[in-house]
């Protein structure tokens, strides 16, 4: 029953290229985030939307954009790939609304993404 | 600000023997509390989550955790390891906001030898 889909398990993009990570999540869900997981730094918030066509920016949004056209997809891009964005992207999506935090984030497998 | 620590980027523990993943965080108001599980190649998967209800909560696969307010902590425990325990854990805090945003603990992960 996977709820969170991301389109790739591994890419491998060269220097300067646009990339696109997709997600997909089947739950109905009005919030969706993207991370990026590093060793020791944990999960690093890029960006988030909270409904259709809405965005904020995390933590850590250089070099990144998003869109989100349809309640269901939440798309990362990588405007000019560039090695230092070699890492693991994770894709999670969140049932809950402003001012409801209790509930569980549901997060996709993962994407490897190397940048040579 | 919300933030969160997990004391031991690794931890190694024998078949059998108790597991203590340490977690404290920092927050101004009551915060809720979730341990996720991260098992190679995969996604994340929650645990458990604390939500104000009990202070000792409850999870998957026999962990549990204990909120105390006054120590700031939210520790993971299991009685005894299993080799299929092994694997990345991360303590999470989130609060009631405008936005629903999630801070990650930087992670522990957990080896279990035979």
């Known amino acids: 029953d996977v709820k969170v889909t991301q389109s790739s398990r591994y890419l491998v993009k060269r220097t300067g290229e646009k990339v696109f990570l997709e997600c997909v999540q089947d739950m109905d869900h009005e919030n969706m985030f993207w991370y990026r997981q590093d060793p020791g730094l944990g999960l690093r918030l890029i960006y988030f939307?909270?409904?259709?066509?809405?965005?904020e920016k995390g933590d850590i949004p250089e070099g990144y954009s998003v869109s989100r056209e349809k309640k269901e997809r939440f798309s990362l891009i990588l405007e000019s790939a560039s090695t230092n964005q070699t890492s693991m992207y994770l894709c999670?999506?969140?049932?809950?609304?402003?001012?409801?935090?209790?509930?569980?984030?549901?997060f996709g497998q993962g994407t490897r993404l190397t940048v040579v | 600000a919300q933030s969160v620590t997990q004391l031991g980027s690794h931890v190694s523990v024998s078949e059998g023997a108790l597991v203590l993943l340490r977690c404290n965080y920092s927050?101004?108001?009551?915060?809720?509390l979730f341990w996720y599980v991260q098992y190679p190649n995969q996604g994340l998967q929650l645990l458990l989550k604390y939500t104000s209800a009990a202070t000792l909560v409850k999870g998957i696969n026999g962990f549990e955790a204990e909120f105390k307010k006054s120590e700031t902590s939210f520790h993971l425990t299991k009685p005894s390891a299993h080799m299929s325990d092994a694997a990345e854990y991360f303590c999470a805090v989130s609060q009631k906001t405008s936005y629903d945003k999630v801070i990650f603990g930087p992670g522990t992960s957990l080896s279990v030898i035979p």
């Open positions: 927050s101004s108001v009551p915060p809720y």
């Open positions: 939307s909270y409904d259709v066509k809405m965005k």
């Open positions: 999670a999506s969140h049932e809950a609304g402003p001012g409801v935090s209790n509930t569980e984030a549901f």
